[in-house]
């Protein structure tokens, strides 16, 4: 499972790191195996967020790298991919089941 704050904001003209094809690098997701979109939320502050799995992003020609921090174990790197790739990937976005 992969959330990712907010896809919209990957088309806008939002400063993301790019590689030399032109693809994401360094973009913000978190990710755990056997972890509930519940829990991957719980540091999220946004309505809305975007849901999909390690699998779905590798056969588009992405990663998922670990990236954690003391603050959230949870932490990856999303690389590989083109903004509109993963806009696809994470849409339509759900509510962040930890917001009321």
């Known amino acids: 499972m992969v959330v990712l704050v907010s ?3 990957l088309q806008r003209d939002q400063v993301y790191n790019y590689d030399s094809q032109g693809k994401l690098s360094g973009v913000s997701v978190n990710s755990a195996l056997s972890q509930s979109v519940k829990e991957l939320t719980k540091s999220i502050p946004n309505k809305q967020v975007g849901v999909t799995t390690v699998g779905e992003v590798r056969k588009t020609g992405g990663d998922i790298l670990p990236s954690g921090t003391l603050n959230n174990q949870y932490h990856c790197i999303l690389c590989g991919i083109t903004p ?8 339509p976005t759900i509510r962040n089941p930890n917001l009321k």
């Open 7 to 9: 896809p919209q904001d």
């Open 84 to 91: 509109q790739q993963a806009e696809e990937l994470f849409t």
